[in-house]
């Protein structure tokens, strides 16, 4: 598991290789990723939008950007945490994520980068 803090907020983040989803003869590698995300500060913050760099092991990049996360901008109370389950795929069946969630402070409206630990998605046969 890889985990951050960033002003007050954990970010962990655990992989599954999905092989049903994975066609390797074709290049399409899947894997899901369950995240984290604790609030250890004082203030509810809320998840306004997520940044990832996503790296294939040929050296191929890409970058995604959107508003929250799996369709939500969750609030998170201090001492609670928020988790969802999202999905990537690769070409290779080895690569890493990376990337910042831009959070609120719902006390003032003032805004701050969470960053993301770098994880890493790796086909179970890969690690023999």
């Known amino acids: 598991m890889a985990t951050t803090i ?3 907020v954990r970010v962990s983040v655990e992989t599954v290789y999905q092989p049903e989803y994975s066609n390797p003869a074709n290049d399409h590698f899947m894997f899901a990723y369950r995240v984290s995300i604790e609030n250890m500060g004082q203030y509810a913050v809320r998840l306004m939008s997520r940044h990832w760099y996503i790296f294939d092991s040929n050296g191929a990049k890409r970058e995604v950007e959107g508003e929250g996360v799996v ?3 969750p609030v998170i109370e201090p001492g609670n945490s928020h988790e969802y ?3 990537c795929n690769l070409k290779t ?3 890493s994520m990376k990337g910042e969630y831009l959070m609120e402070r719902l ?5 701050f980068n969470v960053q993301i630990p770098e994880f890493y998605l790796i086909a179970p046969y890969r690690l023999n």
């Open 6 to 8: 960033t002003d007050g």
């Open 71 to 73: 369709g939500m901008q």
């Open 85 to 87: 389950v999202s999905g």
């Open 93 to 95: 069946d080895m690569g």
């Open 107 to 111: 006390l003032d409206n003032s805004t």
